[in-house]
């Protein structure tokens, strides 16, 4: 039986690319900024480590793009932001998601 930590972070893998994807379409961000804001939702915080290699493929995917931009706190940072077809795969996630999550809890209510 998997405990909750690890049921959630099976879960979170699933779906994180999304999430980032999500993130970036509100606009431009630098790695550890999408860090934060995952943090900032319960059930998503997840580290640089997860980050930056699933920022590395979406970017050699061609869903990101990459630009430096200087910071008032160190060097510069290196912001992402989604391309067409970044835009294009979070579309399909969202629609996708919505019957997919829909079914998920048709199922789980049914078990009552």
Request: proline share 5%.
């Amino acid at each position: 039986m998997s405990t909750d930590a690890q049921l959630l972070a099976q879960l979170r893998r699933g779906v994180i690319e999304h999430c980032v994807l999500a993130l970036l379409d509100r606009g431009p961000r630098y790695g550890f900024d999408l860090v934060r804001a995952l943090a900032a939702v319960e059930g998503l915080g997840t580290t640089e480590g997860t980050i930056y290699p699933l920022l590395s493929r979406l970017r050699k995917d061609g869903l990101l793009e990459t630009s430096w931009q200087p910071s008032d706190q160190g060097p510069p940072r290196r912001y992402y932001e989604l391309t067409g077809p970044g835009r294009t795969a979070l579309e399909g996630f969202r629609r996708h998601w919505r019957s997919f999550s829909a079914a998920v809890d048709q199922v789980l209510e049914g078990e009552k």
